[in-house]
C-alpha cells in the first residue's frame, strides 16, 4: 500500500476519476443485464430474465433454433437462449448473400422458381430421437420438399413439384427412423395435374392427397414413396406416431363440406370437421402387394379399396394442429372455432378399429367414432391452434383469440380431473400478439428437452422502434421449467415463421472448411499451375483457383456472343476464408467456401472490358482481389 500511495497522489483528480469510473465500467461490463455479481452469468445463479437468456461475447448459445421463413423461401437460424439471429439458409429463392441461385449447381435445384412457401420444418430422426443429420422444411405454394444437409447447413436437394399433389401445407413431419417425410395437400385440384374442371364441380371433380415421401438412410435422397386419394379436403397440419401409434400418422383438415368459394363462411358450417388417421406402413404393404394405381408414375392408394389405410376421426370445429405427446399415446386436437383442446386415446382408437366402432364411412373410409376414442375435452381457451409437449406430463396450446399459451396437464387424469378438465388447466400467460405455432425443443421425439417455448406471434403492433408499413413477427421466450411459465425475451423476424425446431446444440459438428480430401467435384483444380481456359467452338471454359488475395486466372477474353463457363474452386483450407466470385454488370455472384468448387455460365452479349472481382471480404488485399473479363466485338 505504501508503494502505491504515491503513484495515486501522483494523478490528478481528474485522472483518478476517470481510473475509477473506467474500472466500476469494465466490471459492470462483465456481468449480464440485471446481474450484481460476475457469478449471476452462471448457469441457475442469475434471476433476472434477462440475465437467464444472456450469451456473453465471445460464449455459444445452448440450442439452434430454426425457423420457417415463410414466403421468403429460406430457413432462419438463431441461437437459444439469446434469440440472436446468426445466419439464414437459403432454400426455395436465390440469396446473393450467399449467392445461392446464381451458381450452376443450386439453379439446377431451384429449376424455374424463384420463389418458395416454407411452413414447418422437420428434424430427422432415429430411434425417435434427432439425430442431427438433416432438416427438411416444405413449399406450400409449389408443392416440393427439400433437405438441408446440418453438416454444412446447406440446400442439398429439392424434391418436386409432387405429383398429384397441389399446396403442400401438411408436411414436413418425420417418421421415427426418417423412413419418410410425410406431406398432405392443402387445396384440392382435378387429377391429374393439368386436368381442367370447373370449380362448381368440386365435390365431385377434385381431390387431395397424403404422400410419402421416402428418404435413403445413407444418403438423404428423396423419392415419391407412396400416395393415398382423399376427399377435397383442405389437409392443415399433422404429426408422425411413436411408441404404440408407431407407423401411424395424423393430419386435421378443414372444409370437410367441400365448398369452394366463400370458404369463410361455407366451409364452418360442420360442428366438427374430420382428422385423418394414416397407417402408413399399411400404405407400404399396399404398394409392395400390388394395390396400387400408377397416377402420374406415382403408386396411389385408393383407401375404399385397401381397406385399414385410411380412417376419419371427427375433431373441433376448424381445426389446425394435431401432436402426438411423447408417450405416443395422446393425440391433441384443436379446433380454432371451439374453446377446448380434445384428447385422443391411441389405444382407444386401436380397440375402435379393431371393433368396428364407427360412425359409418365416408367415401368408403371409415369414421371412428369420436366418443370411443376421445379421452376428454381440456377448456384451454379461446382459439386454440397447436399443442407441445414438455416430456414432463404437460402440454402447451397456444391461443390465437386470446393471444396466449395455456398449460395443462396430460392424462391419465384422476378422477376429480376428469369430473372437471379446468383443473387440469395448470397456467396461462399472455404472449404479443395472436400467436400461431409454439415450439419446446424436440416436442415431437420421445424425449422433449422440455426447458424453453418460444412462442411465434402473427402481428407485433409496435412493440419495437418504426419501419414503415411491413412489420416484422414477434417472437417470445418463455422459461417452462417451472410450475408457472415466464416471460423471458422478445425478438423480432422477417415474415412469416410459421414452425420452428429446436436441436441441442452439442447434437451436431457442423463442418467449416470442406476437406480437399473429400472432394468430388469434377473441374476442382488445387494449385495455380492447374488453371486453364479453353475454347470448343463458341463455348470458353475456365479452370479457376480463388486464394487469397488473387484469382488465377485473372484476365479471360472472349468474343461478344460465347457461352462463359467458369469452375472455381475456393483451394483455402481455413475457416472463414470465404471467396466470392462476381462479373460487373452480368447479374452474377457466386460464393465459394472453403474446399469447394462451383460453376457459373452466362451468355456473354455484349462487347466491353468488365472487371470480376471477390465479395467476400478475405484479407486485408480483399479490394486487390480481382480481374477482367474482356470481350471482343463480333467482326
Not at 433476472?48 to 448459445?61: F, H, I, L, Q
Not at 392443402?186 to 397424403?210: C, H, I, Q, W
Not at 396400387?292 to 394442429?321: C, E, Q, R, T, W
Amino acid at each position: 500500500m505504501k508503494t502505491s500511495l504515491p503513484r495515486l497522489m501522483l494523478q490528478s483528480a481528474p485522472a483518478a476519476l476517470a481510473t475509477a469510473l473506467a474500472a466500476v465500467f469494465l466490471l459492470a461490463g462483465c456481468n449480464p443485464p440485471g446481474s450484481t455479481s460476475t457469478g449471476a452469468a452462471k448457469a441457475g445463479s442469475a434471476s433476472s430474465p434477462a440475465a437467464r437468456t444472456w450469451v456473453a461475447p465471445g460464449e455459444m448459445d445452448e440450442y439452434y433454433l430454426f425457423y420457417s421463413g415463410g414466403h421468403s423461401g429460406q430457413v432462419f437460424v438463431a441461437g437459444l437462449p439469446s434469440m440472436r439471429h446468426i445466419s439464414t439458409i437459403p432454400v426455395f429463392a436465390p440469396y446473393p448473400g450467399t449467392g445461392y441461385g446464381f451458381d450452376e449447381e443450386t439453379k439446377q435445384m431451384l429449376g424455374d422458381f424463384t420463389w418458395g412457401d416454407v411452413h414447418h420444418p422437420g428434424l430427422s430422426q432415429s430411434n425417435g430421437l434427432y439425430d442431427g443429420r438433416w432438416l427438411f422444411v416444405n413449399d406450400n405454394a409449389n408443392n416440393r420438399v427439400a433437405r438441408i444437409n446440418l453438416r454444412d447447413f446447406k440446400t442439398h436437394q429439392i424434391l418436386g413439384p409432387i405429383p398429384n399433389s397441389s399446396g403442400n401445407h401438411g408436411s414436413s413431419f418425420v417418421t421415427e427412423n426418417t423412413e419418410y417425410v410425410l406431406v398432405a395437400t392443402r387445396f384440392s385440384v382435378p387429377l391429374p395435374k393439368g386436368r381442367y374442371a370447373d370449380p362448381t364441380s368440386y365435390e365431385k371433380e377434385f381431390n387431395g392427397m397424403v404422400s410419402g415421401i421416402k428418404v435413403d438412410p445413407k444418403d438423404g435422397k428423396m423419392s415419391v414413396g407412396w400416395q393415398i386419394l382423399t376427399p377435397p379436403f383442405n389437409w392443415d397440419l399433422g404429426s408422425t406416431g411413436k411408441g404404440p401409434s408407431s407407423g401411424w400418422a395424423f393430419w386435421t383438415s378443414y372444409n370437410t363440406e367441400m365448398a369452394y368459394e366463400t370458404l369463410e363462411a361455407t366451409s364452418t358450417q360442420r360442428d366438427r370437421d374430420y382428422a385423418a388417421i394414416v397407417n402408413w406402413r399399411a400404405a407400404e404393404a399396399a404398394v409392395r402387394e400390388g394395390r396400387a394405381s400408377l397416377l402420374s408414375g406415382v403408386p396411389v392408394i385408393d383407401p375404399a379399396k385397401v381397406p385399414g389405410v385410411l380412417y376419419f376421426l371427427p375433431v373441433p370445429k376448424s381445426p389446425h394442429g394435431i401432436d402426438t405427446d411423447p408417450s405416443g399415446r395422446w393425440i391433441a386436437a384443436s379446433g380454432k372455432l371451439q374453446p377446448v383442446t380434445s384428447v385422443f386415446d391411441f389405444e382407444k382408437i386401436q380397440a375402435a378399429i379393431a371393433k368396428k366402432e364407427f360412425d359409418g364411412e365416408f367415401r368408403g373410409v371409415p369414421v371412428i367414432r369420436y366418443e370411443s376414442v376421445l379421452e376428454g375435452e381440456v377448456p384451454v381457451g379461446l382459439g386454440p391452434l397447436h399443442t407441445q409437449y414438455d416430456g414432463k406430463g404437460n402440454a402447451y396450446t397456444s391461443l390465437y383469440v386470446e393471444s396466449a399459451v395455456a398449460k395443462w396437464k396430460l392424462p391419465p387424469w384422476s378422477d376429480a380431473e376428469r369430473a372437471d378438465l379446468n383443473r387440469v388447466v395448470l397456467d396461462k400467460i399472455d404472449v404479443h400478439y395472436n400467436i400461431g405455432h409454439l415450439v419446446i425443443g424436440a416436442s415431437d421425439t420421445r424425449e422433449p428437452y422440455g426447458k424453453y417455448l418460444v412462442a411465434m406471434n402473427k402481428l407485433s403492433k409496435g412493440r419495437h422502434i418504426s419501419v414503415g408499413p411491413s412489420q416484422p413477427e414477434s417472437s417470445q421466450l418463455i422459461d417452462i421449467s417451472g410450475k408457472k411459465m415466464e416471460m423471458l425475451y422478445e425478438a423480432f423476424t422477417e415474415p412469416e415463421p410459421h414452425f420452428a425446431q429446436i436441436l441441442k446444440a452439442d447434437a451436431i459438428k457442423p463442418i467449416e472448411v470442406y476437406p480437399k480430401a473429400e472432394s468430388t467435384h469434377p473441374h476442382a483444380i488445387w494449385e495455380a499451375k492447374d488453371a486453364s481456359i479453353n475454347r470448343s467452338g463458341n463455348t470458353v471454359e475456365v479452370k479457376m483457383v480463388a486464394i487469397r488475395s488473387r484469382f488465377i486466372p485473372d484476365r479471360i477474353d472472349v468474343n461478344e456472343g460465347d457461352e462463359l463457363i467458369i469452375h472455381v474452386t475456393n483451394i483455402e483450407q481455413t475457416t472463414d476464408m470465404i471467396h466470392g466470385l462476381a462479373i460487373v454488370e452480368q447479374n452474377t455472384n457466386i460464393i465459394i467456401d472453403p474446399g469447394e468448387t462451383k460453376t457459373l455460365r452466362l451468355k456473354v452479349k455484349g462487347p466491353g472490358v468488365f472487371p470480376f472481382y471477390c465479395t467476400n471480404f478475405c484479407s486485408a488485399l480483399h479490394q486487390e482481389m480481382q480481374g477482367y473479363l474482356t470481350v471482343k466485338p463480333k467482326s
